[in-house]
């Protein structure tokens, strides 16, 4: 199986703040890379596929990079309704995974 | 809308058995691929299982194989999760998801239900 990471686990920042999360997989995945993100209590909204497409709806703030093992999203400036965890997924191969996600909290 | 409203899940014993559904709407079932996705209370997104559009490709987790079954009812536009032999690290809250790609078990998920519990403890 695909092994997904990220970093950080955690990241405190504050409104207006350029934010990075990275994420790594165990073999090249080429570009078959999404981001959710999630709210407590909340099923994960999708927010990035393709590694670098943003989902219809998703603030132009939020990015994404990379390819073959190495990814990451950027939040050019965080908002307040940006507080959550993050977290990436493969899906490569048959056997989706995730990574283990990336909170995001207030400074 | 797309819409997809898992039901099912609950308390139960340990080695005993549950069945989750998840009734979707708002698109045409039968040409993409589902997904069941748990969460364990605090903790992260774990896959459990998938299923094709036609029944015709699925892939379990290490975690679950042998005593998960995924299944889909095209007609009813429904997908299940019978779940048996549970264990107490089977409680979590189970998602279903869509696959956003036309007929291909891999992609992205887009949209999500809100999940049912289930809990297993004596």
């Known amino acids: 199986d695909i092994q997904m990471t990220q970093s950080p686990s955690t990241l405190s920042a504050s409104v207006g703040d350029r934010v990075t999360i990275t994420c790594r997989a165990s073999?090249?995945?080429?570009?078959?890379l999404a981001w959710y993100q999630q709210k407590p209590g909340k099923a994960p909204k999708l927010l990035i596929y393709k590694a670098s497409s943003l989902e219809s709806g998703v603030p132009s703030r939020f990015s994404g990079s990379g390819s073959g093992t190495e990814f990451t999203l950027t939040i050019s400036s965080l908002q307040p309704d940006d507080f959550a965890t993050y977290y990436c997924?493969?899906?490569?191969?048959?056997?989706?995974?995730f990574g283990p996600g990336t909170k995001v909290d207030i400074k | 809308e797309v819409q997809l409203v898992e039901s099912g899940g609950g308390l139960v014993q340990p080695g005993r058995s549950l069945r989750l559904s998840c009734a979707a709407s708002g698109f045409t079932f039968d040409d993409y691929a589902m997904h069941w996705v748990r969460q364990a209370p605090g903790k992260g997104l774990e896959w459990v299982s998938g299923?094709?559009?036609?029944?015709?490709?699925?892939g379990y987790a290490d975690s679950v194989k042998g005593r998960f079954t995924i299944s889909r009812d095209n007609a009813k536009n429904s997908l299940y999760l019978q779940m048996n032999s549970l264990r107490a690290e089977d409680t979590a809250l189970y998602y279903c998801?869509?696959?956003?790609?036309?007929?291909?078990?891999?992609?992205?998920?887009?949209?999500w239900g809100q999940g049912t519990l289930v809990t297993v403890s004596s």
């Open positions: 299923i094709s559009w036609n029944s015709g490709s699925i």
């Open positions: 073999q090249s995945i080429s570009s078959w």
């Open positions: 997924q493969q899906y490569n191969s048959y056997s989706p995974t």
């Open positions: 998801a869509k696959v956003s790609l036309y007929r291909s078990i891999r992609g992205w998920f887009d949209p």
